[in-house]
């Protein structure tokens, strides 16, 4: 069965510092692969989207970037953390014309 | 451009009492529609799709293309369905997952 993992659960990092967020699935071959933010009152939002290997579409021009230097590897980066960015963030997969399936998300903290 | 709108963020029922959590959407094309839901302290997990035409956990959803809505209901709410719902719609070819700002449900006992 397939599995997605995120790591780590929660982060506090200090204003200006960088930011590397983890994402692996398991059990599934070239899945889209997502990282939403969830932030209270404004739902779910998507930041980025991958179809493949090296292919990031981005949804909103911000502070973040994405990369996927592996078929089931899904990383979220930042160079330097705004206090703006903390909010809870949302790995997902999924294969064309299924569902989408979320990890447990990173809680992150900027201070 | 589609775009998800859950008109209520927060619902609060009684328990035995029926509920309906509001979803309407805005899409050129053809929509797949699906409701998610969060509970405390768990993962945001798939409720059910429009297209399954299921009833999952009591609930219900039925697209409504002239209305474009796709309300979640259930005739009698428990207190174990107090959670986070978020309305998500599918693009389909531009692999994007749109979701509403979500409805908190409180089932009161």
């Known amino acids: 069965s397939q599995t997605i993992h995120q790591w780590p659960a929660t982060l506090v990092q200090p204003v200006g510092s960088p930011l590397s967020l983890e994402c692996t699935v398991e059990?599934?071959?070239?899945?889209?692969l997502y990282w939403y933010r969830q932030a209270a009152g404004r739902g779910l939002q998507l930041l980025f989207y991958?179809?493949?290997?090296?292919?990031i579409s981005s949804e909103v021009p911000q502070n973040l970037s994405a990369s996927r230097p592996q078929d089931r590897q899904f990383i979220l980066s930042s160079k330097k953390l705004l206090l703006s960015d903390s909010g809870f963030y949302l790995c997902?997969?999924?294969?064309?014309?299924?569902?989408?399936?979320f990890g447990n998300g990173t809680r992150l903290t900027v201070t | 451009a589609q775009r998800v709108t859950q008109p209520e963020k927060l619902l609060s029922v009684f328990k035995g009492a029926p509920v309906e959590l509001k979803c309407n959407y805005s899409?050129?094309?053809?929509?797949?529609l699906f409701w998610y839901v969060q509970y405390s302290r768990q993962r945001l997990q798939l409720l059910l799709r429009?297209?399954s035409r299921e009833s999952i956990k009591g609930f219900t959803a039925d697209l409504n293309k002239g209305e474009t809505s796709f309300h979640l209901k259930k005739p009698f709410a428990q207190e174990e369905d107090s959670a986070m719902y978020y309305c998500?719609?599918?693009?389909?070819?531009?692999?994007?997952?749109?979701f509403g700002k979500g409805t908190l449900l409180t089932v009161n006992p």
């Open positions: 997902a997969w999924a294969i064309p014309n299924s569902p989408l399936h």
């Open positions: 059990g599934t071959s070239n899945p889209n």
């Open positions: 991958s179809v493949g290997i090296g292919q």
């Open positions: 899409y050129s094309g053809s929509p797949e």
């Open positions: 429009h297209i």
């Open positions: 998500a719609l599918w693009g389909g070819s531009n692999y994007k997952l749109t």
